[in-house]
């Protein structure tokens, strides 16, 4: 029997995952997709040639096997709780939402009670599993710098209450420079590469810089990560999805490739 997805969210990201389970490169299928807005739902539907059925997120969790969210980090919560508890598997695009001490330890209570498994995909980064081995020892220093283009930037919390002009910078700029934990909240829909960060580092804080350059055209992320295993730098240079330029097209890829990992035999990497 296929593996039964359910997709909640049919934006940049959900579109992508939609995609590849129609055209196939997932061997699975796409049994509900659900979304705030109606029309956005039923405009993927229309694009399909499988055609998955537009349900309420109860409905959704009760047909799936495992539910995507590609969503809002507002959002998280009430699908986290929805599909735990229901025994089902979940895969979450809006990791800042775990950033959330209180709301993580609910999340995983729920899932081994439950026995549900939660799956984070790398996002738009390179060398996570480079992490994940380097956390078993002792890391000493984690430090982010994204540089994104001012118009993936527009509407984040932190550029309004700052009441950062971005449309007058005409060269690269510094607009914020904190811990993961605020970059996050700040900037919502733009970090959730920090999240991932946190989460795989466990205890260690994670220094982020966000960085707005009228000049670039893909999305920067710079890591650096320092412990008894020596010195990881990694540098991605993502294009921005065509539809949506806050969320690098590799963050979407990401996702295909986690649900591909799922369903195949044969898991590569950490």
Known sequence: MPLKIGLVGCGAIGSEIARAIDSGRISADLVAVCDHNPETAKSLIDRLEKKPLKA??????????????????????????????????????????????????????????????????????????????????????????????????????????????????????????????????????????????SLAARDVPVHVKIVADPNIHVNRHEIVVEGEFGKIFTRVENVPSPSNPKTSYLAALSAIATLRSIVEPVKIGT
């Open 56 to 197: 309420r997120l109860e409905e959704l969790v009760n047909l799936s096997d495992v539910v995507v969210e590609a969503a809002s980090q507002r959002a998280v919560p009430a699908i986290a709780r929805a599909t735990l508890a229901r025994g089902k598997n979940l895969m979450i695009m809006s990791v800042g939402a775990l950033m959330d001490g209180d709301f993580f330890q609910e999340v995983q209570e729920l899932a081994s009670k439950n026995c549900s498994r939660i799956f984070l995909p790398s996002g738009a980064i390179a060398g996570l599993d480079g992490l994940k081995s380097a956390s078993i020892g002792t890391i000493e220093r984690i430090s982010l710098t994204t540089t994104k283009n001012p118009k993936g930037l527009e509407g984040a919390p932190y550029i309004l209450q700052q009441k950062i002009d971005l449309g007058a910078l005409t060269q690269a700029a510094v607009i914020f420079d904190g811990m993961a934990s605020e970059a996050v909240r700040g900037f919502p829909a733009n970090v959730n590469v920090a999240a991932t960060l």
